[in-house]
């Protein structure tokens, strides 16, 4: 399984994780399932939902990147939408390439298009683990 050093491992200040700290070897990879968002969602969620999105992007951009360590179910409120497989579908493959779909992504969070308004997810607050001992 790919780590991601550098990428985030949690929204700040709150228990949504973006990442897994090692594989799961007995079961395999959990899968990614596709999650509905409906309009009722409390706002932390939308927030992570955004907070996660942009760090793909500010990470990945378009380009395609493997799934790796980043957790399946925040990755099952996007993909479909803002984040698409590469090729065929396996979501229970940590090697599955993905990539965010940039038109949808500003379709869906307008907010982190916008370069005077763009939230700011306390990024640099908090140290992302870069500690390559760590499992």
Avoid: C
């Amino acid at each position: 399984m790919l780590k991601h050093r550098g990428f985030p491992g949690r929204l700040p200040g709150t228990d949504f994780q973006f990442v897994i700290r090692r594989e799961n070897r007995k079961k395999g990879a959990t899968p990614i399932t596709r999650r509905e968002r409906f309009r009722d969602r409390r706002p932390a969620d939308r927030r992570a939902d955004a907070g996660f999105l942009a760090a793909l992007i500010d990470h990945f951009g378009e380009e395609p990147f493997v799934r790796g360590n980043l957790d399946a179910g925040r990755l099952g409120w996007l993909i479909g939408r803002e984040v698409k497989p590469v090729g065929d579908f396996d979501p229970a493959d940590y090697d599955q390439l993905l990539r965010v779909d940039m038109a949808a992504a500003q379709e869906s969070f307008p907010e982190l298009f916008a370069p005077d308004e763009r939230p700011d997810f306390g990024w640099n607050d908090e140290p992302w683990d870069d500690d390559p001992d760590r499992d």
